[in-house]
């Protein structure tokens, strides 16, 4: 099974985000400061009063005892943190999981001259070019990223396109679902039309789209299955 353990998470309750990084939550009867490790809008997800998991920090020198991790919404639990998807998607990626992507040599964060990009498989005649989104959005079983302009996102598929453009690369677009109440998957149009339009222009070019499907629970985040996409 291709999962990524949790550490021991603390149950509290949401009260309000204070700015882009700072939450406010209640753990038993204290107000505690969290920080927040996404930079997405999260609105339909970070509401006052609902169940959320926190992740402590193991750093002394940080401001926030805490990381908001997990958050409940109708008994289905949500990760945000969107670190920890590429940790998720390198198991996949070292188990040959993903479809269309032959094992290789795996290199992480590699830099090239316009981007830093999240993984590149070699293989003896092919080089894949991956890049990985982290989804918390979904409305009526509909998962769709992104919650909100995106320009570092355009600027990816912007890049994908261009390199599957080269005879030797194959680009990828790994989009990981941190929930598992997703029936398919969709870009935002309403959030970031610029950015739907580049993924179906990426889609026309070659550029190939996967959409994983995860189950979280208080303890772990595991594979599910792969959906399809609505463009």
Same mark, same amino acid.
């Given at each position: 099974?291709?999962?990524?353990?949790f550490?021991?998470?603390?149950?509290?309750?949401?009260i309000?985000?204070?700015?882009?990084?700072?939450?406010?939550v209640?753990i038993?009867?204290?107000?505690?400061?969290?920080?927040?490790?996404?930079?997405?809008?999260?609105?339909?997800?970070?509401?006052?009063?609902?169940t959320?998991?926190?992740?402590?920090?193991?750093?002394?020198? =940080?401001k926030?005892?805490?990381?908001?991790?997990?958050?409940?919404?109708?008994?289905?639990?949500? @990760?945000?943190?969107?670190?920890?998807?590429?940790?998720?998607?390198y198991?996949?990626? =070292?188990?040959?999981?993903?479809?269309?992507?032959?094992?290789?040599?795996?290199?992480?964060?590699?830099?090239?001259?316009?981007?830093?990009?999240?993984?590149?498989?070699?293989?003896?005649?092919?080089?894949?070019?991956?890049?990985?989104?982290?989804?918390?959005k979904?409305?009526?079983?509909?998962?769709?990223?992104?919650?909100?302009?995106?320009? =570092?996102? =355009?600027?990816?598929?912007?890049?994908?396109?261009?390199?599957?453009?080269?005879?030797?690369?194959?680009?990828?677009?790994?989009?990981?679902?941190?929930?598992?109440?997703?029936?398919?998957?969709?870009? @935002?149009?309403?959030?970031d039309?610029?950015?739907?339009?580049?993924?179906?222009?990426?889609?026309?070019?070659?550029?190939?789209?996967?959409? @994983?499907?995860?189950?979280?629970?208080?303890?772990?985040?595991?594979?599910?299955?792969?959906l399809?996409?609505k463009?």
């Amino acid at each position: 099974m291709i999962k990524i353990d949790f550490p021991p998470l603390t149950k509290a309750t949401f009260i309000k985000r204070v700015n882009r990084f700072i939450a406010e939550v209640k753990i038993k009867e204290q107000i505690e400061l969290v920080h927040v490790p996404s930079t997405g809008r999260l609105d339909g997800i970070l509401k006052t009063g609902v169940t959320c998991y926190l992740k402590p920090s193991s750093n002394p020198k =940080r401001k926030t005892a805490y990381s908001l991790f997990l958050v409940e919404d109708n008994n289905v639990k949500i @990760c945000i943190d969107s670190l920890i998807t590429n940790d998720f998607v390198y198991q996949l990626l =070292r188990k040959n999981e993903i479809p269309g992507i032959s094992i290789g040599e795996i290199a992480k964060e590699v830099s090239l001259p316009d981007e830093r990009i999240d993984f590149v498989v070699r293989n003896e005649d092919l080089e894949n070019y991956i890049e990985v989104k982290s989804v918390n959005k979904c409305d009526n079983g509909v998962a769709c990223f992104p919650d909100a302009p995106t320009e =570092r996102g =355009r600027k990816h598929l912007t890049n994908l396109i261009k390199y599957q453009s080269v005879n030797s690369i194959q680009s990828h677009l790994i989009f990981v679902i941190q929930r598992n109440d997703a029936e398919i998957f969709s870009p @935002c149009k309403d959030r970031d039309p610029e950015f739907a339009n580049l993924l179906k222009e990426a889609y026309k070019k070659g550029v190939k789209l996967h959409i @994983c499907l995860t189950n979280v629970t208080e303890n772990e985040m595991y594979f599910d299955k792969w959906l399809k996409i609505k463009l």
